[in-house]
C-alpha cells in the first residue's frame, strides 16, 4: 500500500488558544482520491483544511504529507513542500492582474520554470489568456474560482486543498467545477474538499468524512454515505425525497 | 508670481511624497499608522552628517561641487549609506518593538507605540547632536532664473528628478519583480499571499527597507535645501500623513501626488491665507479626505 497523501491524527486547533474548534479529528487522503468533508455548520470543516494549510495553529495531534511529518509548518513553507489551498472567498487576487495572480502561485518554483507553467495554464484555460494583464477583480464568480485554480496548480501540489468550491456557482458550472476536480487527481495527487452541498460533493468524491462539532462522526465510501437514509436525515438534514442540489 | 508657488510647492512636495512612499506602505501592508516614520527622515539626515564627518577625516569630505549643484559625487555615496544605514534602524525597530506589539497587542497599542518611538529617537539626536540647526556645507547657493520669472534652486530640481528616478524604480520593482508583486499580494491578501507561498516576514521587511530608504533620501534632500534640525521630520508628520491619506494606503502614485498635492496647497495657500496658518493646510486635507473620500484618491475601499 502506498503512503497516504495526506494523514492527519487527532487534530485539536482554533483561532484562539482559549477556544479549540476541532477536538481532534482525523482524515487521510490517498493518492489519486477525492475526498469530501462534509457536516453542518459550524462543524470546524474549513478550520480542519485551514489547519492542514497551515493558518490556523495545530494545538495537538499530528499531520504528515506524503509520510513526512509537517505539523507547524507555516503555510508558506507547506506551499512549497505541495500543499495547495483554495479558500472559499477572496481566493484571488482582486488588484492584481491575471497574470499576475499565476506568478504569484508560482512564486516558490525556479524563475525559469514558473514561467513556463504559466504559459501552460495560460493555455489550457483560453478565457484567462484573453485577459492576462487585466485585473483578477473583473472575473464572474466563476472565473474566479477557475483562476484560483489555475493559481494553486502552478506548483504541480501532492495535496489540493478546495474549501465550497462550487459556493455561489450556479448548478450548471458547479458540475462544470466537479468535473475539472475529477481531472486534477490523474498524476496521483489528492483533493480533500469541504462541501455544504452534500450531495453533490459525495456524488463527485470518492470517500467522504462527516464531522460535526469538531470531531468525526461517520466516514465511508462516498456512494455508501449517500445512499444511508439515516447519515442523511441526522447529519445532512436531508430526507430522501429532497431534490439534487438542497442545501442541508 | 503664481508660477513661483507652483515651483515651490512641486519643489517642497517632491519631499513630502519621498516620505509619503514608507508611510503609505507600512499603513498598508504592516496595517498601523506609524507615527515614528517621520523621525526615520531625521535619522536620515543625521545619518549624512556622520558620513560627511567620516568622510572628511578619511579625505574627501563633501567633495568639489559640480556646477550648478552645491554638493558633489561624495553626496550620492552618502544617499546609498543613509538609505542602508536608515533601512537597519527601521528594521531593528521593528523587531524590538512593532514585530512584538503586532504579536499580542491591537492597532491602537502600535500606533501608541509609534509615538514613543518617535519621542525617544527625536531626542536621542538632541541628545547626541544638539538643538542647533546644522547644515552640510556652508557654501553659498544662487538661484536659477527659469523663464516666466521663476527662481528655482538647482539642488531642488536636483531633488525633484531624483524623486521621478526613486517613483520609476519603484514601479518596476512592484510590476515585473516576483518580490514587487507578492508585496502587492500582501497588502491585498495576507493569508491567500500565505499559502501561495510567500514568506510574509521577508516581504515586511522589505516594506521597512523600502519605506526608510526612501525616508532617508527625502530626510537628506530636506537637509541640503532648507537644514538639519532634530525635529525636521516632526514638522513633515502632518504633511506626510495628508500625502498617504490622500493618495490612499499602500498606492505609490497615490503618495507621490499626495506628496505633490500637499507641497502645491501649502504654497498657494500663502496667496490667500496668512502664512502663519500653512500648517495648517495639510490637516484641514486631511480632514476633507476623510470625509468625502476615505480610502484616498488610490486606495482600495475595503
Known amino acids: ?248 | 508670481m503664481i508660477l513661483q508657488h507652483i515651483a515651490d510647492g512641486l519643489l517642497s512636495g517632491a519631499i513630502v511624497a519621498l516620505g509619503a512612499i514608507g508611510l503609505s506602505f507600512t499603513m498598508k501592508i504592516l496595517r498601523f499608522a506609524n507615527f515614528s516614520h517621520s523621525e526615520l527622515l531625521t535619522w536620515g539626515a543625521y545619518f549624512a552628517v556622520i558620513f560627511f564627518a567620516v568622510a572628511a577625516v578619511i579625505g574627501g569630505g563633501y567633495g568639489t561641487p559640480i556646477a550648478p549643484f552645491s554638493f558633489g559625487w561624495p553626496l550620492l555615496a552618502a544617499l546609498l549609506v543613509t538609505a542602508a544605514l536608515t533601512s537597519l534602524l527601521a528594521i531593528a525597530l521593528h523587531h524590538l518593538v512593532f514585530a512584538r506589539l503586532n504579536r499580542m497587542a491591537g492597532h491602537m497599542t502600535m500606533v501608541f507605540a509609534s509615538f514613543g518611538v518617535a519621542l525617544l529617537l527625536r531626542h536621542l539626536l538632541v541628545l547626541i547632536f544638539g538643538p542647533a540647526p546644522l547644515y552640510y556645507s556652508s557654501a553659498l547657493q544662487f538661484a536659477m532664473l527659469l523663464p516666466g520669472g521663476v527662481r528655482v534652486m538647482p539642488d531642488q530640481v536636483f531633488l525633484l528628478g531624483l524623486t521621478v528616478v526613486v517613483v520609476i524604480a519603484l514601479h518596476l520593482f512592484l510590476t515585473r519583480s516576483r518580490t514587487g508583486i507578492s508585496m502587492r499580494a500582501v497588502a491585498e491578501n495576507p493569508d491567500l499571499a500565505r499559502v501561495s507561498g510567500v514568506d510574509v516576514g521577508r516581504i515586511v521587511m522589505w516594506v521597512w527597507i523600502i519605506g526608510a530608504s526612501c525616508a532617508a533620501v527625502a530626510g537628506v534632500m530636506y537637509g541640503l535645501t532648507v537644514q538639519l534640525r532634530p525635529e525636521l521630520g516632526f514638522s513633515l508628520l502632518l504633511p506626510l500623513f495628508a500625502a498617504a491619506i490622500l493618495g490612499g494606503a499602500g498606492s505609490l502614485y497615490g503618495a507621490v501626488i499626495g506628496g505633490l498635492a500637499v507641497g502645491l496647497s501649502e504654497n498657494l495657500s500663502v496667496m490667500i491665507i496668512p502664512t502663519t496658518y500653512k500648517p495648517a493646510v495639510p490637516f484641514l486635507m486631511i480632514l476633507l479626505v476623510l470625509y468625502f473620500r476615505p480610502e484616498g484618491l488610490f486606495g482600495e475601499r475595503r
Do not use: C, W
Open chain 1, 1 to 248: 500500500m502506498t503512503a497516504p497523501v495526506l494523514q492527519a491524527e487527532g487534530i485539536v486547533a482554533g483561532y484562539t488558544a482559549d477556544l479549540m474548534i476541532l477536538h481532534g479529528v482525523s482524515v487521510e487522503v490517498a493518492p489519486g482520491e477525492i475526498v469530501a468533508i462534509i457536516g453542518p455548520n459550524g462543524a470546524g470543516k474549513s478550520t480542519l483544511i485551514k489547519a492542514i494549510a497551515g493558518l490556523v495553529k495545530v494545538s495537538a495531534g499530528r499531520i504528515a504529507i506524503d509520510g513526512r511529518e509537517t505539523t507547524g509548518t507555516p503555510a508558506h513553507l507547506l506551499a512549497a513542500a505541495g500543499v495547495a489551498y483554495v479558500p472559499q472567498t477572496d481566493n484571488v487576487f482582486a488588484t492584481l492582474s491575471i497574470e499576475e495572480n499565476l506568478v504569484l502561485g508560482g512564486v516558490t518554483l525556479p524563475g525559469r520554470q514558473a514561467r513556463a507553467r504559466i504559459e501552460e495554464a495560460l493555455a489550457r484555460y483560453p478565457m484567462l489568456a484573453e485577459r492576462r494583464r487585466q485585473k483578477a477583480g473583473i472575473l464572474s464568480g466563476g472565473q474566479r474560482q477557475m483562476l484560483a485554480i489555475a493559481r494553486a496548480l502552478m506548483t504541480a501540489p501532492r495535496l489540493i486543498l478546495l474549501d465550497e468550491p462550487t459556493a455561489g456557482l450556479s448548478p450548471m458550472a458547479a458540475e462544470e467545477l466537479f468535473g475539472l476536480i475529477r481531472g486534477l487527481v490523474g498524476g496521483g495527487a489528492a483533493v480533500l474538499m469541504v462541501e455544504q452541498n452534500a450531495r453533490a460533493a459525495l456524488r463527485h468524491s470518492d470517500r467522504g468524512y462527516v464531522l460535526a462539532e469538531g470531531v468525526n462522526r461517520i466516514e465511508g465510501a462516498s456512494d455508501a454515505l449517500l445512499a444511508d437514509a439515516e447519515i442523511g436525515a441526522i447529519f445532512l438534514g436531508l430526507r430522501p425525497a429532497d431534490s439534487e442540489g438542497l442545501r442541508p
